[in-house]
């Protein structure tokens, strides 16, 4: 039997057991609750700023198209018809598309009228429901109690009235909470923005503001008057007649009084301080602009200003306009006229060999990837090249890159290696020749200048002025197979600078030789070093039949070595350079980033290679070498 002791003590762990089960059973209920309500006012944050941002730029472009019609309207009234339009409207489109001109972002007032559209547009369907039933349930409220208190009409009219009003405040507050998104947007998504959304209509505007005819309105030149006056008064000008005089000069033109022209050119004031501290005598005239996705064009037609002139000042202009030179261009389109294209956004971080694909194109190769898109090299125009890299730049990945290429257009490739064959020793695996010794160069170096001589013989003895006329034809006509020869050389300097005169001169010369002769032989030359001094890269007529010069950071008297000036120094950062090469001969000079494939995975990559199919080509000694006589090198062009 229980003893009361025993009741007790039960009754007391049933209570406390159904206590613990109620709260749990509370709080199961509560965490759903609490779900349920997460989940409905929850809203995936990327698809809100997309959403956001997406109503701000249509409200931006809607004001832009409204202050476009009505300038296209006033520009269609006759002239007793204007005044019909609020200055202060035309003074809003004036200003609106004239600050397009310097701010090139979506441009729209974050009012209560943009909260609501954001408010209405962005929430879920299911919270914009939920307002509205809320809305209702407040308004019955309002008016049943309000009916109790003073007999206020009990009406569908009212309750309809109630709830729009508080929809229409749940709708700004919510829209209000948006506007940090606009905020946090940075200038160059902004731009982006702008030129993908709002550039054609802008065009349009402002071309449409430019008009004669326009500018004869009385409104219209009050505008920009007053458009005038706020601009100097930011600049510290308070005058309304220092502004006439400086800033709003009339011209008369078809005995009409009309305003001179304003720039479309965001950095004209940089470019006319420009010409005028480093061309005094120069007539300035404000340089036509255009923009691209990477890039923006700033024509120059000043008379007496070549182009190398610009070219030699590129430091001072990077320096004034705080961005990096694309390309200066010479005779744009015609003679005279100069077009200076700056970069107007970053290079990718990294680039893979599946963002560059071999080339359709056969003559040419990838070098890598710049602002604008893919950097080509033309072997075939361009026959020889050279790459310098100091330690960690990428140059091994850059020259992997340019084989990786070489090897899928059925070229002869040819490695010297100076690195104790550490650089070139896998592609022996697949039957390449590997020359490792600096000894063995001069009887190589030899072998390829007979084998140059015998490629000239030949296509003399058969009509060819070149070997592209031979490639031509050479299967119709059944001619002998002759490979084009790419010859990789790691390290030149070991040989250019050798100690041993029998290496150092024999090396030499038969270099310059195939420099200067060997592309109408189909025989190409890729020489590489770390040690960019005159001593290592060789003699001048070396470095002057090189068209193709590569590198990626140098010291200044490096870069003025290879390229004649600093851009080695300058263009590219002297940390995290790593991938980051310039060239010249390829038609920019802009900064670009080589195709990244590390030493593991390339050496994966070239398993997959089939053998040589040239491992049996004999080098100036193949079956034309018996039939041609021996020549002297000068004899052979």
């Known amino acids: 039997m229980f003893s009361k002791q025993h009741i007790r003590e039960f009754t007391k762990k049933s209570i406390s057991l159904s206590g613990l089960f109620f709260q749990r059973l509370q709080s199961i209920q509560l965490v759903r609750v609490q779900r349920f309500v997460m989940w409905f006012y929850q809203d995936d944050q990327e698809r809100v700023n997309k959403k956001t941002i997406q109503v701000w730029v249509e409200s931006a472009r809607n004001d832009l198209i409204r202050a476009y019609n009505l300038l296209a309207d006033l520009s269609n009234q006759a002239w007793y018809e204007n005044g019909k339009v609020p200055q202060v409207t035309i003074n809003w489109a004036v200003q609106l598309i004239s600050r397009y001109e310097s701010v090139k972002w979506p441009q729209t007032s974050m009012n209560f009228r943009l909260a609501f559209r954001l408010g209405l547009r962005v929430p879920t369907i ?56 606009i905020r946090a947007i940075n200038r160059t998504s902004a731009e982006y923005l702008f030129q993908t959304n709002l550039g054609e209509v802008h065009f349009q505007a402002a071309h449409l503001l430019k ?75 404000s340089p036509e602009y255009r923009t691209e996705s990477a890039t923006e064009w700033h024509i120059f037609r000043i008379e007496g200003i070549p182009a190398n002139e610009y070219a030699k000042r590129e430091a001072v202009i990077e320096s004034l306009v705080r961005k990096r030179v694309y390309k200066i261009h010479a005779n744009y389109k015609e003679v005279g006229v ?53 330690t960690n730049s990428g140059k091994s990945v850059t020259i992997n890159n340019i084989i990786r290429q070489m090897k899928e257009k059925n070229i002869l490739m040819y ?82 600078g050798h100690s ?41 007529g070396i470095r002057d039949n090189i068209a193709v010069k590569m590198s990626s950071y140098l010291s200044t008297q490096a870069s003025m070595l290879i390229y004649g000036d600093d851009r080695a120094n300058r263009k590219i950062p002297d940390q995290g350079y790593a991938g980051m090469f310039i060239a010249s001969g390829i038609g920019t000079d802009a900064a670009f980033r080589v195709p990244f494939m590390d030493d593991a995975e390339f050496l994966e990559y070239l398993e997959t290679w089939p053998r040589n199919q040239f491992s049996a080509y004999q080098l100036g000694k193949s079956l034309l070498a018996s039939k041609v006589p021996n020549m002297s090198y000068n004899d052979i062009f």
């Open 126 to 181: 299911r919270l914009r429901f939920f307002w509205l039933l809320v809305g209702d349930a407040v308004a019955m409220v309002s008016v049943v109690s309000l009916h109790w208190l003073i007999d206020f009409p009990l009406h569908w009219i009212p309750i309809s009235i109630i709830n729009a009003l508080y929809f229409f405040i749940l709708c700004i507050r919510g829209g209000y909470k948006l506007f940090p998104i």
């Open 415 to 496: 490695f010297v290696d100076f690195k104790n064959g550490l650089e070139f020793f896998p592609f022996r695996s697949k039957g390449y020749t590997v020359i490792e010794d600096a000894e063995h160069f001069p009887d190589f170096s030899a072998a390829l200048v007979q084998e140059m001589s015998n490629r000239a013989e030949f296509l003399k003895q058969n009509g060819f002025k070149n070997f592209e006329g031979y490639e031509a034809v050479r299967d119709q006509r059944g001619l002998p197979m002759l490979p084009r020869i790419v010859c990789f050389i790691d390290e030149v300097a070991t040989v250019m």
């Open 211 to 285: 008009d004669k005819y326009l500018r004869k309105v009385a409104q219209v030149k009050i505008a920009l008057h007053e458009l005038r006056l706020q601009q100097k008064q930011a600049e510290g000008y308070n005058r309304y007649d220092e502004v006439l005089r400086d800033e709003v000069e009339l011209i008369q033109s078809n005995s009409h009084f009309v305003l001179e022209p304003v720039s479309d050119n965001p950095l004209d004031a940089i470019w006319r301080r420009f010409i005028e501290q480093n061309f005094s005598k120069a007539s300035y005239s």
């Open 500 to 540: 041993d005169m029998s290496i150092q001169k024999p090396s030499i010369h038969h270099t310059e030789l195939l420099l200067q002769k060997a592309r109408a032989s189909g025989i190409h030359m890729l020489l590489s070093t770390q040690r960019p001094d005159a001593k290592s890269i060789g003699s001048t």
């Open 338 to 390: 100069t077009a200076i294209e700056l970069i107007t956004t970053t290079l990718p971080a990294l680039v893979t060999y599946n963002e560059t694909p071999i080339p359709n194109e056969w003559r040419k190769i990838i070098l890598g990837k710049d602002v604008k898109g893919n950097v080509y090299w033309d072997f075939i125009a361009q026959p020889h090249a050279m790459v310098v890299g100091i």
